[in-house]
């Protein structure tokens, strides 16, 4: 760390309005559907309905000794509304499918007129090409979903910055190397040429991946690299079965592939699976037996329902898939998928490659139905932080061993209420950045003891985010990484970076495991 002090601007962005109960609504602009919280995504409104995020690669030795492949999880994302609150003596309700007595509810400042909400598409057959209906979505023309074929770069030009613009200011005051400290990143190189929300970032080794997430003019499909050290953007060109444009969805880090899973773009939800070979840049689409219409009620199913805001971690050899929404009603089930195999399927061809998906039954009473949520693994214990089921932005924190399969309510002394937040490990605590918390969005850290199983409080310097929600956020060579995000006005495709320091470190418990 520096031994010098640090100079950075205060920047009060905030939201001005507050809710008192939560609203969902249309997320993309690419269509003028609403999202129901079953498929909680970047403009839906947590009333109307709950559609409605990653582990990473294990650093080199001369890294924190604290960071973990597995030690990290991001919500899905999906936009919260805190501008048009409702009335108090209104009955709080979840909308289900179509409502056409219901006003639409709309984000600050995208114009959208009035219409009755449109049935959600689920897409239940694996990887299956979009649907006639789906294809007619409509779409502005300048949404990247809109064109086919189209997965390399946006129709706009490429933004490229040759010189990082080191960020400067004179009215923050002075702090010790020894705090934490925030700070904007000097990105360069081809940057993005849109705003990123509902995205996912997953980092190997030195390069975080981003895929997907959607802006103000729809959803998209390309990647685009981040290299950790040097602040610069990429972006490379991909191969094979590239997955269409998608938002919400989780993406995992397996062996240096990318399990991505779910999502969705407008009113469609997916239950598809692709897979990025980081080291080819290749796409690969495993595909799995549908669900047979004629198949006996008491059968087990084959596979997840289509979803967004679900969340997901890697644990021998499986990726578990937990909550989110379908379009229809918030989900709490939770599904495997074995991954064991994976490096023999992407050389096999055709059909799932050995990749298997089962439905996994826990013993215990299970958090209830919930999407933009978090959740982390910590040691064989799946730690689940806040979310929403529609109606309410929850505060508890939940967790489930992986070995025992039993679900365990954690007491807390104080509470956070908190959904689409991120929440990273760090040595033995959680932090959890930004999100909403039921009335306005936040762009408070806030560090959760993994040893007491509570909150506590520690001094941040510099200059923040702007409050914000549905954003990325990575741990890499003892900095926090923060991607993107929205307010509930603007999508943002900033970067900034949150320098842990010895206040983050010193005080951790070198080894402990969660008893539950």
């Not at 990247?144 to 960020?167: C, I, Q, V, Y």
């Not at 926090?480 to 005080?507: K, Q, R, S, T």
Request: glycine share 8%; with cysteine.
């Amino acid at each position: 760390m520096a031994g010098r002090a640090r100079q950075r601007n205060q920047n009060p962005s905030s939201i001005s309005s507050s809710a008192t109960t939560l609203l969902f609504n249309t997320v993309d602009n690419d269509d003028d559907a609403n999202d129901t919280m079953i498929g909680v995504s970047a403009n839906d409104d947590l009333r109307t309905a709950l559609t409605p995020v990653l582990p990473t690669h294990p650093q080199s030795q001369s890294r924190s000794p604290y960071l973990n492949p597995t030690h990290q999880a991001t919500a899905s994302t999906s936009t919260f509304n805190v501008n048009n609150p409702p009335n108090p003596n209104a009955p709080i309700a979840l909308v289900l499918g179509n409502s056409s007595t219901s006003p639409t509810p709309t984000a600050p400042g995208t114009p959208r007129t009035t219409a009755s909400r449109k049935p959600s598409s689920l897409r239940h057959v694996s990887n299956a090409p979009p649907t006639e209906a789906a294809q007619a979505i409509k779409r502005r023309p300048s949404s990247p979903s809109a064109k086919d074929g189209k997965n390399s770069r946006s129709a706009r030009e490429p933004r490229t910055r040759t010189t990082p613009r080191l960020p400067h200011a004179d009215d923050v005051p002075t702090a010790p190397a020894t705090t934490m400290y925030w700070s904007r990143a000097p990105v360069h190189g081809v940057l993005p040429t849109r705003n990123m929300r509902a995205h996912t970032v997953t980092l190997v080794d030195t390069v975080a991946w981003l895929f997907g997430g959607c802006d103000d003019k729809g959803c998209w499909r390309d990647v685009y690299c981040f290299d950790i050290e040097t602040m610069q953007w990429s972006h490379p060109e991909m191969l094979g079965d590239i997955p269409p444009p998608c938002r919400a969805h989780t993406a995992t880090l397996v062996d240096r592939k990318i399990v991505i899973f779910g999502g969705g773009q407008g009113p469609v939800y997916y239950d598809t699976t692709y897979i990025l070979d980081t080291t080819t840049r290749r796409w690969f689409a495993p595909t799995f037996p549908a669900q047979s219409q004629h198949q006996p009620q008491d059968s087990e199913p084959l596979h997840p329902a289509p979803r967004r805001a679900h969340t997901a971690v890697l644990y021998n050899g499986r990726v578990y898939i937990f909550g989110g929404g379908n379009g229809l009603t918030a989900l709490n089930d939770l599904w495997a998928l074995d991954v064991s195999r994976l490096d023999t399927s992407l050389r096999g061809s055709g059909g799932s490659g050995g990749l298997r998906w089962c439905q996994i039954r826990t013993r215990g009473d299970p958090p209830a139905p919930r999407g933009y949520h978090t959740a982390n693994l910590i040691g064989n214990v799946m730690v689940i932080v806040g979310g929403s089921d529609g109606r309410e932005c929850f505060s508890d924190v939940w967790c489930l061993n992986l070995d025992t399969l039993v679900w365990t309510r954690v007491t807390l002394t104080w509470s956070h209420r908190r959904l689409s937040h991120t929440s990273t490990q760090v040595g033995s605590y959680l932090f959890i950045v930004g999100g909403h918390d039921g009335s306005a969005y936040s762009s408070e850290i806030l560090l959760y003891n993994l040893v007491n199983l509570q909150y506590e409080p520690r001094a941040v310097c510099g200059k923040p985010p702007s409050p914000r929600g549905y954003h990325v956020t990575i741990i890499a060579d003892s900095r926090l990484f923060i991607f993107g995000g929205f307010n509930g006005h603007d999508v943002f495709e900033d970067v900034h970076i949150l320098d842990l320091a010895g206040a983050a470190y010193l005080p951790q418990v070198m080894s402990f495991r969660i008893d539950v």
